[in-house]
């Protein structure tokens, strides 16, 4: 059983940055396929972005080049930072874990990008 809880949402001005966590437990999370997902009021939740366990990175089409994702196996820790944030990138933010048939998710942080 893997818990995650993501950490890192809030209200941020057009063109800020923001930077989120998400913390797992679980032994063999080096092993593990985290990813990002949004979700806006109304609309289907869809992928930011994903890292494997060997670092290859997939990255949304509206988030690329504005956002990056990194992992830290010792803290068993991904990371999300998101610079030039728009109006559009306004949703929940979700951590998810991908290993086998483990498929997890986080209970999700808020984003809010407003002026």
């Known amino acids: 059983q893997v818990q995650l809880v993501e950490s890192g949402g809030g209200l941020v001005q057009p063109g800020e940055s923001l930077r989120l966590s998400c913390a797992a437990s679980g032994k063999f999370f080096s092993l593990y396929t985290m990813g990002w997902y949004r979700q806006a009021p109304e609309k289907q939740r869809e992928l930011v972005a994903r890292i494997t366990s060997s670092s290859t990175t997939t990255y949304g089409d509206s988030v690329k080049g504005r956002f990056t994702i990194s992992r830290d196996n010792a803290k068993k820790t991904v990371s999300l930072q998101m610079n030039s944030l728009k109006p559009e990138d306004t949703a929940g933010y979700y951590c998810?874990?991908?290993?086998?048939?483990?498929?997890?998710w986080g209970q999700g942080t808020l984003v809010t990008v407003s002026s």
């Open positions: 998810n874990v991908k290993f086998g048939s483990l498929d997890t």
